[in-house]
């Protein structure tokens, strides 16, 4: 080949696994492409047996005509046990682009996180087994990721023009799950249960390792931590046709949806916050009443209000904003002293109103109006650590968006 022909940019090429045509499969054709985005779908599946092979030889003829990506099909079998593995084994060995891996503990998320960890492709998706989601709608899925438009993809069955078919219990739980998610994590995704999403690979290795759930609330997590990245969520409406045969335990999984739920509103910085103003204000009105039998009420509350100060700058240092190590501890208390010396001002002009008042108030009249002035000072030092003290460059999108070729 001579210089001038050759390619100025390297091709990756892709091996292809030898074919074994299966009964009822359309081989693929020779156009599928071996170099650009690999695509890979993962099917999570337990206890599958009489179902897996028809799906994913239909997913399998599905995108040997008309996905224009190069892909693969990965089957997610988390501790069957029944004939599922043997069956995918099967399928993997007579159908090219498909591989199965088997796995020994439960949960569609511990399968996803395991296949999406070892996987070398460009763009990963996971769809349930039962195929309920017109498969149609796989390449806007991960088109929307291969042009570089979003980073994360998922169906909805909310949409307007998305036509779906199930119970109207299934249906009232996934909306009031839904809302519950913009209620209380302020969630703007539509649809976080369907079971037909994808995200970019780099953005998968970086959420990854903050994903706690291995179960059902794995892609509602995914779905969170994308939103608080600023990440780009694509969503595409979906016709959708509900499985009778599904094997999901909707107590259980509701259950768990709920304790992902509330781990993940407890995580938030403005709840951590919450959460140690109170303990910081009970801390606080306790050690002025202790003070004031010997103190006056002006010195009793710098003491008391200077004590929590402390502790509240140190707890939010390392419980609200995740900060560890001695990297700006000096620098943040001191920017938390001159915080105080803010809360000391609204709290002691609220005393010296209180004694213009009433020359002798009563203790709890006291520890009232201090606690009242206390909780007004939480608002200006909640805005004070946020983006002063305790002010930080938080990993964005631009950070978790690979540099495209």
């Given at each position: 080949m001579s210089p001038a022909s050759a390619s100025s940019e390297p091709v990756r090429t892709r091996a292809r696994p030898e074919l074994v045509p299966a009964v009822g499969l359309v081989p693929e054709s020779d156009a599928v492409p071996a170099h650009g985005p690999l695509i890979e779908i993962v099917v999570p599946v337990y206890n599958e047996e009489a179902t897996l092979e028809r799906s994913i030889l239909r997913l399998h003829g599905f995108l040997g005509r008309e996905m224009p990506f190069a892909w693969r099909i990965v089957i997610a079998d988390n501790a069957s046990t029944d004939a599922t593995p043997q069956i995918?084994?099967?399928?993997?060995?007579?159908?090219?682009?498909?591989?199965?891996?088997?796995?020994?503990?439960?949960?569609?998320?511990?399968?996803?996180?395991?296949?999406?960890?070892?996987?070398d492709a460009d763009v990963l998706c996971y769809m349930d087994v039962d195929?309920?989601?017109?498969?149609?709608?796989?390449?806007?899925?991960?088109?929307?990721?291969?042009?570089?438009?979003?980073?994360?993809?998922?169906?909805?069955?909310?949409?307007?023009?998305?036509?779906?078919?199930?119970g109207r219990k299934r249906e009232l739980i996934s909306r009031s799950y839904n809302h519950l998610?913009?209620?209380?994590?302020?969630?703007?995704?539509?649809?976080?249960?369907?079971?037909?999403?994808?995200?970019?690979?780099?953005?998968?290795?970086r959420l990854l390792p903050s994903i706690r759930d291995n179960g059902w609330f794995f892609d509602t997590e995914l779905l969170v931590l994308a939103e608080q990245h600023?990440?780009?969520?694509?969503?595409?409406?979906?016709?959708?046709?509900?499985?009778?045969?599904?094997?999901?335990?909707?107590?259980?999984?509701?259950?768990?949806?709920?304790?992902?739920?509330?781990?993940l509103f407890t995580q938030r910085p403005v709840?951590?916050?919450?959460?140690?103003?109170?303990?910081?204000?009970?801390?606080?009105?306790?050690?002025?009443?202790?003070?004031?039998?010997?103190?006056?009420?002006?010195?009793?509350?710098?003491?008391?209000?200077?004590?929590?100060?402390?502790?509240?700058?140190?707890?939010?240092?390392?419980?609200?904003?995740?900060?560890?190590?001695?990297?700006?501890?000096?620098?943040?208390?001191?920017?938390?002293?001159?915080?105080?010396?803010?809360?000391?001002?609204?709290?002691?002009?609220?005393?010296?109103?209180?004694?213009?008042?009433?020359?002798?108030?009563a203790r709890a009249v006291e520890v009232t109006v201090l606690v009242l002035a206390s909780a007004f000072a939480t608002v200006t030092r909640y805005l004070a650590l946020r983006s002063w003290v305790f002010a930080r460059r938080a990993p964005d999108a631009h950070e978790l968006r690979a540099p495209r070729a």
């Open positions: 995918a084994r099967e399928i993997a060995r007579r159908c090219g682009h498909v591989s199965s891996m088997r796995l020994l503990v439960k949960g569609r998320g511990h399968a996803l996180r395991a296949a999406w960890m070892a996987s195929l309920s989601t017109d498969l149609r709608a796989v390449l806007p899925l991960v088109a929307a990721l291969v042009s570089g438009h979003s980073d994360v993809a998922i169906g909805t069955r909310l949409a307007h023009s998305s036509r779906v078919a199930r998610l913009r209620l209380t994590l302020r969630a703007r995704f539509s649809d976080a249960q369907c079971g037909f999403k994808a995200v970019r690979a780099d953005v998968a290795r600023g990440l780009r969520i694509h969503e595409i409406p979906v016709d959708w046709t509900d499985d009778p045969d599904s094997r999901v335990d909707i107590v259980s999984t509701a259950i768990g949806d709920l304790q992902g739920i509330a781990r709840v951590r916050f919450m959460a140690i103003g109170v303990i910081s204000t009970l801390s606080y009105a306790v050690l002025y009443l202790l003070l004031r039998t010997s103190l006056a009420p002006g010195v009793s509350n710098a003491i008391a209000l200077a004590i929590t100060a402390i502790g509240n700058t140190q707890a939010n240092r390392t419980f609200t904003f995740g900060l560890r190590g001695r990297s700006g501890l000096v620098r943040q208390h001191a920017a938390g002293a001159l915080v105080y010396v803010l809360a000391l001002s609204l709290t002691g002009g609220a005393l010296d109103v209180l004694q213009a008042l009433d020359p002798h108030p």
